[in-house]
């Protein structure tokens, strides 16, 4: 886990607390259920977690969490005793504190000893994802997204698109700056390789040579002709793209002159490093 994700797991966890103390459990809920789906073992955040959900089978279940991550965690053993309890005894909802508080005056009539329901919160689901239950919205389009496809930023979190836009204008690679610069790697390489092919016979055993000292710049070559044609594009895309249309325009005369198979490795990782 990074040290951004750790660090937003922390403030999600406070912001509960802070929610939780005020008496606002929906925020709560939500702000914990993010932290958990950040960092799935979190135990404070299942333990908050636990403190804020109207259902006894739900608390029990994140009280029973926590203690698998941490048996020696008194409280929420506690915690999960007393749960169990108003469990045995027929109860569904966790009794709110106010209710508490009439019983032990003496003061609750009937209708106020039954449970109170709590106001649920909307279910919302990934949309790329819709499977999956979520809490955390991306906060520039604001879509909801699960754990998986968000992607930590400066402040809050990303969707994949989102973050695809935030990329440099290099690194925003289309179809079509794959193509041009499929096309133009392949036929650049084609035409070094048969080069290459037509020197070799001239140098015979010196041709080695010429591919360890030559390969890395006639590799460069290709790259600056294809930056040319595609405006510098850059990244995995691109990598791909390029390293596999340079295996293929010099495989033909790879097969034809196996030393050439030399100059296909170097230019391929020359392309693939200088692409990142």
Request: with cysteine; charged share 20%.
């Given at each position: 886990m990074s040290d951004t994700t750790v660090v937003e797991v922390q403030r999600l966890v406070q912001e509960g607390r802070a929610a939780a103390l005020a008496g606002d459990n929906l925020v709560a809920r939500s702000r914990f259920r993010q932290a958990t789906e950040l960092d799935a073992n979190s135990v404070e955040a299942?333990?908050?977690l636990s403190s804020v959900v109207p259902m006894l089978a739900e608390k029990r279940e994140y009280l029973q969490r926590v203690l698998e991550m941490d048996p020696g965690n008194s409280e929420a053993r506690a915690s999960l005793q007393y749960v169990e309890k108003l469990q045995?005894?027929?109860?569904?909802?966790a009794p709110s504190k106010r209710r508490e508080e009439l019983n032990i005056a003496g003061d609750a009539s009937p209708l106020l000893s039954s449970p109170e329901p709590e106001v649920v919160p909307e279910v919302?689901?990934?949309?790329?994802?819709?499977?999956?239950?979520t809490g955390l919205r991306c906060v520039q389009c604001n879509r909801p997204i699960c754990g998986e496809c968000a992607k930590p930023a400066?402040?809050?979190q990303?969707?994949?698109?989102c973050r695809r836009q935030r990329r440099p204008p290099n690194y925003q690679v289309s179809v079509n700056n794959m193509i041009v610069g499929g096309?133009?790697?392949?036929f650049v390489s084609l035409i070094m390789s048969i080069f290459l092919l037509f020197i070799a016979g001239f140098l015979n055993f010196f041709f080695i040579f010429l591919l360890i000292f030559f390969g890395p710049a006639i590799a460069e070559l290709i790259i600056r002709v294809v930056d040319r044609v595609t405006g510098t594009k850059r990244g995995r895309e691109m990598q791909i793209t390029v390293g596999t249309a340079?295996?293929?325009?010099?495989?033909p005369a790879a097969l034809l002159n196996p030393f050439l198979f030399l100059y296909l490795a170097i230019a391929v990782v020359t392309a693939t490093t200088r692409m990142r």
């Open positions: 299942w333990f908050g045995s005894e027929g109860m569904q909802l919302e689901y990934c949309y790329r994802h819709p499977d999956r239950e400066s402040v809050g990303l969707c994949p698109e096309l133009v790697g392949f340079i295996a293929m325009g010099t495989l």
